[in-house]
């Protein structure tokens, strides 16, 4: 006899572009692990050829259709994709097939058939720097909200993300439900206890340390913290430091800010010693950011657009006071959950869970801006007893996110009828 609060067991088929390092790469990788303690998973990217930087116990498997050039062979690409993912879940008997990303969507949906169909949604449509041009009207316009209509469920990482999603493709709201990302609140805590090399623990010990984790990217608006740091060297806090956890298309151009701006910039990709002497560190990508992340004074989240930002809550699973943007979507909920998703920062506002600050942007804007974070960024390094109190209250919020209560959530979806 079958125990009844056990999940039945389903074939499940995760489709990904690929598996390098990003947010939704990890959260795709995340879910598979817990997903394969009572189902039988199996993972598939575009190409073979790509980096995997999650690797996975789930049987992995690639598309492997050669990308076409001009229109003609990116559409008999797209099209070979698409009969190839139908042939994977025939020959895998698939009950329920999840995307995560767009281009994955797509191929989701288009090669539906008796399974079960579930789009994961991680980053904002509306905000989303990427979607742009002609091409991306169409996207927006047309290929989303047609062919998102015909999902089983919609699963957006956020609350805001929802109403976004409602709201522009006019899709059903019965379709479309929220759940969360998940953070191993308990593995991030002892990943985090693991030592510094001397010379980078001597750096946190001897300076109030700012961090920040995440892809060098323009969505992510590092810049705009080199402006912050040096509009408070300017209002006299000189032992503040700057940390960076890792790498990205935008690395080049931080490094040539810091020097417009007069800032002393370290980087792991030369071979100078670390010194007291930098006012900012480029670390790169860590495979175990959280010991760095844990013994920093605070997390800072500088992202334009956000979906559910894995930095900032596994910055909160480390116990470190987070000040983040109050940028769609994400922040707001983690940080000020009991606000409407209207609420908008225009100045600093301590939350419940953490500091919601307003968006850095650039020019004109960040000229206004990064004085506020500024000054405020200073008084909190100043107030050991205020950085302590939202050193807890994080810590607290993110066991709302932790992988059981997460997971039930996904186990109850997976088992309701396709529509």
């Given amino acids: 006899?079958?125990?009844?609060?056990?999940?039945?067991?389903?074939?499940?088929l995760l489709l990904i572009p690929q598996l390098t390092y990003g947010g939704a790469e990890r959260v795709f990788h995340d879910h598979g692990q817990q997903l394969a303690r009572h189902h039988h998973v199996v993972e598939c990217v575009f190409?073979?050829?790509t980096d995997v930087a999650f690797p996975t116990a789930n049987t992995l498997v690639a598309l492997d259709v050669p990308a076409g050039t001009g229109l003609v062979g990116k559409l008999r690409s797209f099209v070979g994709r698409i009969q190839r993912v139908?042939?994977?879940?025939?020959?895998?008997?698939?009950?329920?097939?999840?995307?995560?990303?767009?281009?994955?969507?797509?191929?989701?949906?288009?090669?539906?058939?008796?399974e079960q169909v579930l789009l994961c949604i991680h980053n904002s449509k509306r905000h989303d720097p990427n979607i742009r041009g002609a091409l991306g009207w169409v996207r927006r316009r047309l290929l989303m909200p047609l062919l998102y209509r015909s999902a089983d469920r919609i699963v957006p990482v956020s609350r805001d993300l929802r109403q976004e999603l409602i709201d522009m493709f006019g899709l059903a709201p019965q379709k479309v439900q929220t759940i969360n990302n998940f953070f191993d609140v308990e593995g991030i805590r002892q990943r985090s206890q693991e030592p510094l090399l001397p010379v980078e623990?001597?750096?946190f010990d001897?300076?109030?340390?700012?961090?920040?984790?995440?892809?060098?990217?323009?969505?992510?608006?590092?810049?705009?913290?080199?402006?912050?740091?040096?509009?408070?060297?300017?209002?006299g806090q000189h032992t503040a430091k700057l940390v960076l956890l890792g790498d990205g298309p935008l690395r080049a151009e931080l490094l040539q800010r810091c020097q417009e701006l007069g800032l002393r910039a370290w980087q792991v990709w030369n071979e100078a010693p670390m010194t007291a002497d930098y006012d900012v560190y480029f670390l790169g990508f860590q495979s175990n950011p959280f010991q760095y992340i844990a013994r920093a004074s605070v997390s800072l989240l500088s992202s334009s657009t956000e979906g559910f930002p894995m930095a900032l809550c596994e910055a909160m699973a480390c116990g470190v006071p987070v000040a983040s943007t109050d940028c769609p979507t994400g922040p707001r909920e983690i940080l000020a959950p009991q606000t409407p998703a209207s609420d908008y920062a225009r100045a600093p506002e301590w939350a419940e869970f953490g500091l919601l600050?307003?968006?850095?942007?650039?020019?004109?804007?960040?000229?206004h801006s990064a004085p506020v974070w500024a000054a405020t960024l200073t008084g909190l390094l100043a107030n050991q007893q205020k950085r302590t109190y939202y050193a807890a209250q994080a810590h607290r919020r993110v066991q709302?996110?932790?992988?059981?209560?997460?997971?039930?959530q996904w186990e109850a979806l997976l088992n309701q009828p396709s529509t």
């Avoid at 006899?1 to 499940?12: F, G, L, V, W, Y």
């Avoid at 139908?86 to 008796?114: F, P, T």
């Fill in 86 to 114: 139908k042939q994977l879940k025939r020959e895998h008997r698939i009950d329920v097939c999840i995307s995560h990303l767009e281009g994955a969507d797509y191929l989701n949906l288009l090669s539906k058939g008796s």
């Fill in 400 to 408: 709302d996110f932790a992988p059981g209560k997460i997971m039930q």
């Fill in 357 to 367: 600050l307003p968006l850095l942007g650039a020019g004109p804007v960040l000229a």
């Fill in 47 to 49: 190409d073979s050829n």
């Fill in 201 to 203: 623990q001597k750096l």
């Fill in 206 to 235: 001897e300076h109030p340390v700012l961090i920040t984790a995440g892809r060098l990217a323009r969505e992510k608006n590092q810049t705009a913290l080199l402006e912050v740091l040096s509009t408070m060297r300017a209002g």
């Fill in 1 to 12: 006899m079958t125990n009844s609060s056990t999940p039945a067991r389903k074939n499940i």
